[in-house]
């Protein structure tokens, strides 16, 4: 199944570990489709950024309970991607098109 590269990738995950493995390790971390697959992800990387990727690994996160008064409810569970690109090679994640 081919999918809208763009419709993969939501967004870039700028957290405080996410920004130091980027600077350390040269890994980047993605909001990605929850029903995205790690070689859809590879391409639309490779496809977007024009890098080469050596690694995808995939997380499943489930959404958190919150209450407010009375009231309960739950966030969507999401995917992220953690994705290693070759020595030497750089992302902008602020590229990444709406």
């Given at each position: 199944?081919?999918?809208?590269?763009?419709?993969?990738?939501?967004?870039?995950?700028?957290?405080?570990?996410?920004?130091?493995?980027?600077?350390?390790?040269?890994r980047?971390?993605f909001?990605?489709?929850?029903?995205?697959n790690?070689?859809?992800?590879?391409?639309a990387v490779?496809e977007?950024?024009?890098?080469?990727?050596?690694?995808?690994?995939?997380?499943?996160m489930?959404g958190?309970?919150h209450?407010?008064g009375?009231?309960?409810?739950?966030?969507?569970?999401?995917?992220?991607a953690?994705?290693?690109?070759?020595?030497?090679q750089?992302?902008?994640v602020?590229?990444?098109?709406?």
């Amino acid at each position: 199944m081919t999918r809208n590269v763009s419709g993969i990738l939501i967004s870039p995950i700028l957290s405080e570990k996410s920004v130091t493995q980027k600077d350390e390790e040269n890994r980047y971390t993605f909001k990605v489709a929850a029903s995205a697959n790690k070689t859809e992800i590879r391409k639309a990387v490779e496809e977007l950024f024009k890098v080469k990727v050596s690694a995808v690994n995939t997380v499943s996160m489930h959404g958190k309970f919150h209450k407010v008064g009375r009231y309960e409810g739950r966030r969507s569970d999401w995917k992220k991607a953690i994705v290693t690109v070759k020595q030497g090679q750089k992302i902008d994640v602020t590229d990444l098109p709406k």
